[in-house]
């Protein structure tokens, strides 16, 4: 058994609310979610408007499967919010 975590802190520029927040990482977490079959949340930051980090765990009998599948879903969160700008990821194998 593998089970993979992806750690993303984004920035939020655009942010000027907690509400405008959740109606900008609602759509991210729900993608991340439904084409990679992670289960992702926030993290850490819930109160800061304009920062985030977001978990992404996934869990599989094939650790190559687990890492492959965590890389693409953080090559596909850049291309398609690239007004989020990353500032830090990991990704941990357990």
Do not use: Y
């Not at 079959?37 to 977001?54: F, G, K």
């Not at 190559?64 to 090559?75: I, S, V």
């Not at 690239?82 to 500032?87: G, V």
């Amino acid at each position: 058994m593998s089970l993979g975590i992806l750690t993303l802190h984004l920035l939020l520029p655009g942010c000027t609310s907690l509400k405008a927040k959740r109606s900008c990482l609602k759509p991210l977490l729900a993608r991340l979610h439904r084409q990679f079959n992670v289960s992702a949340a926030e993290i850490d930051l819930q109160d800061r408007w304009h920062e985030t980090i977001i978990a992404c765990a996934l869990v599989s009998n094939d650790p190559t499967f687990t890492r492959r599948a965590l890389q693409q879903a953080l090559q596909d969160t850049l291309q398609a919010w690239p007004d989020f700008p990353l500032l830090e990821h990991h990704i941990e194998l357990l």
